[in-house]
């Protein structure tokens, strides 16, 4: 395949590729019945890869309404909240609480919503409520004696599972793979070419479902999975709060095992006292270049010769900035305040910082991301802690690293790479101006075509 007219660093090239790139050149000839695509001056760029993101619940959530949220109080708010909902296939409520409408049986939801099957989560997550659409369409009348499923005093299904997640997932398969590819398509068309899954539950048995959704063309993207100790490879994800510390003997003697079998670490740290456990306990241990520390969304100057010497990467996300920065403001102190996702100041005391999404928790977009990079600003039009704001090619080379060890050099349009390219409307110079507004022309993973603008019409002023 033969991308002609990109923008590669201010130069006007071609770039040819199977699953690795060929040739880099200007001028080059397509070949009889190769695949062509007109980048029209539009900037030439590695594929993205967000570092820290939950696919699955970024999937999930993405057909999903919050039943309980402020504005639903009754019956009337709940229907109206479904009933706005576009689609047809399976519509997820979750969040509710009875104090809205009642207990919910079926007939109950189906005077909500009957046009499309539905399934409520109650806010104890240990009930699943479905309307009759749903009851069918899993045929739930023939489970009727499985423990769980409430049956009346007629014997018929009432729509209500108590503790079934795992048999509901089951009976959802081919609907997840259609929120799988959903999603995977919309991350090639944000030029997202890999992922890492940081999720603490997954374990092999995940891997295998990754796997074989990518081997089928569901999935799209490259994916490294991180997980806990019944994941075989990829990193031990290890989730710390500061409420309930292990102790730290015990946190130690788990390091060295996957140390041992080769694995490297990702902790999960929001506050100071988190970060400081994290660094002790990887004080007592082999230190690798691969380990991070995910969000360090609380670093304080203090603590920075030791994470500087912990060797490892700080994996942030500038986007909670912009979506709950109007909550960091009234909830946080204002000592902390200025030290939330901090960027520019660590990364000046050599440490090496890497953006990234935390879907579904932080904005998915990474445009979106590397705009709060720079501004640092919260939907309502605050800033917070400005002199951590960096500009875009600083928080870019983030979604640029290698996913495996983020302190290798950004990944590179160049020969012998493997192909995952982003092309984008407008030239690298036009698109810095404001990468809010960046739009993708095309997504290329391991040499495929992944996404291609409908109308890649040449960007005015080209
Ligand atoms: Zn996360």
């Known amino acids: 395949m033969l991308i002609v007219n990109a923008d590669l660093d201010g130069c006007r090239v071609d770039v040819r590729f199977n699953q690795r790139i060929e040739e880099v050149a200007a001028g080059l000839k397509p070949r009889p019945d190769e695949q062509v695509v007109d980048a029209q001056g539009g900037a030439l760029l590695p594929g993205l890869h967000d570092h820290h993101m939950h696919f699955l619940a970024t999937a999930a959530w993405a057909n999903s309404v919050d039943c309980g949220g402020l504005l639903i109080s009754d019956a009337r708010s709940l229907r109206q909240l479904l009933q706005q909902q576009s689609g047809e296939g399976w519509l997820r409520g979750v969040n509710y609480h009875e104090s809205v409408a009642g207990d919910l049986l079926r007939w109950q939801i189906d005077e909500l919503i009957d046009q499309r099957p539905v399934r409520i989560q109650h806010r104890s997550g240990k009930v699943w409520m479905l309307n009759s659409a749903a009851v069918e369409r899993i045929n739930l009348q023939a489970f009727a004696n499985q423990q769980g499923v409430e049956v009346d005093a007629q014997g018929v299904v ?31 068309s944000y030029g997202i070419t890999g992922f890492t899954d940081t999720s603490a539950t997954n374990t092999d048995t995940t891997a295998a479902l990754f796997a074989d959704w990518r081997s089928q063309g569901i999935l799209r993207q490259r994916a490294l999975l991180m997980g806990g100790d019944q994941l075989r490879d990829g990193p031990l994800k290890i989730i710390l709060d ?9 946190l130690i003697a788990r390091l060295g095992r996957a140390r ?36 360090a969304a609380v670093v304080f100057d203090e603590a920075l010769p030791m994470l500087r010497e912990s060797g490892v990467s700080v994996v942030t996300q500038p986007g909670f900035l912009w979506q709950r ?5 009234q909830d946080i102190n204002d000592r902390e305040v200025n030290y939330l996702y901090r960027h520019a100041g660590i990364a000046a005391a050599g440490i090496n910082v890497v953006v990234s999404s935390d879907a579904p928790y932080g904005p998915l977009n990474p445009w979106q991301v590397l705009h709060t990079a720079t501004d640092r600003t919260t939907r309502e039009g605050v800033i917070i802690g400005a002199g951590e704001c960096v500009d875009v090619e600083t928080a870019l080379t983030g979604y640029l690293r290698h996913p495996q060890c983020l302190t290798q050099p950004p990944r590179r349009i160049t020969v012998g790479v493997a192909a995952d390219i982003c092309v984008l409307k ?20 391991d040499g495929e075509l992944i996404y291609q603008a409908a109308d890649p019409r040449p960007t005015v002023g080209i």
């Open 158 to 188: 009432t729509g209500r599972l108590f503790r079934l997640d795992d048999w509901l997932r089951e009976q959802l398969a081919s609907d997840l793979v259609t929120d799988v590819k959903a999603l995977s398509d919309e991350l090639s």
């Open 242 to 250: 500061e409420d309930a510390l292990p102790p730290l003997p015990d």
């Open 260 to 295: 041992a079998a080769g694995r490297s670490f990702a902790f999960h740290c929001v506050s100071h006292v988190e970060l400081l456990y994290a660094l002790s306990a990887l004080d007592a241990v082999k230190t690798d270049h691969r380990d991070r520390i995910e969000h």
């Open 325 to 329: 920065g109007a909550r960091y403001l």
């Open 426 to 445: 407008k030239p690298w110079r036009e698109a810095v101006k404001n990468v809010l507004d960046v739009a993708v022309l095309a997504t290329v993973c």
